[in-house]
């Protein structure tokens, strides 16, 4: 997991992190995204018939970014961000399928993180966590459908990422996933017992517990059991199924030690495209 790029959160630059997080590198600071800010300012007072004297609408000094912001900065990537519901192609498959993309980006209110399949795996980037969290295929449908439940904006990312280190490595390396989630399981639980874990999957602590538990012990069950009260209401019986089975886990796996070979030349070129990009502006 080391090779995974993740940052933690930093007051409230949860914008950067997540950019950053998605980008799998160091590549936008809060000046680069609070210049960005103001081209964006500029140009909307550019299209006003009176000049506006009040606040920018895309940032301000406690480090919070708009969408638009987040936008504009992944346009240097050839990247664009779909409303998961929205009427694009894109999203619908995302819906239906949504272990098919790459990549989400979730937001609530101020808060941002990325979503993202490195290698063969994916991992919640989420800045309030220590460190990334893989989740199952199965969780993911759950989560992204449950996120929603709770008011979070979802959006598709499209359009081709830049490799990584660690997208390399994961591609080709075999995880004993069942032996990760139990470990985060019991992790959590030590930080729910000392009154430090903060919450910010959408879930009910007690129904998350359940359904990591029956997940990890992969025991029968009674399917008529509702492992999610807040989703009893829905009416998408393939989704009732995955929450059922859960964080379906593979065994008999090992764990990634080894890095690759540096990738040194591939990211500076991504870091001097970043820059042309912004010296544009």
Known sequence: MELIHHETQ?????AQHCLNSLLQGDYYSAIDLANLA???DRLEQGYMTEKSTTESSNYDDTGFFSIQVIQKALEAWNLELIPL?????LACLARQHPTELKAYICNYKQHWYTI???????????????????I??????VLLKQLEHEGYSIFVVNGELPNSQAD????????????????QNLDKQDLKKAGELIDCSGFDNDELEKAIKMSLEETNFDPNEKLYPSL??????????????????NSNRTSVNEPM???????EDIRKKRLEFLNKQ
């Open 261 to 267: 070979p540096s990738s040194s030349n591939q990211a």
């Open 136 to 141: 199952s295929d199965t969780y993911l449908t």
């Open 85 to 89: 519901r929205s009427s694009n192609q």
């Open 168 to 183: 390399l490595v994961l591609n080709e390396t075999d995880l004993n996933t069942k032996d990760i989630l139990r470990k």
């Open 38 to 40: 103001q081209d964006l």
């Open 116 to 134: 993202r399949k490195l290698g063969k795996y994916w991992f919640n980037l989420n800045s309030m966590f220590k460190r990334p969290e893989l």
């Open 232 to 249: 009893a209401n829905e009416e998408d019986s393939e989704l009732k199924r995955a929450i059922e089975l859960s964080l379906e886990a």
């Open 10 to 14: 930093d007051g409230l630059l949860c």
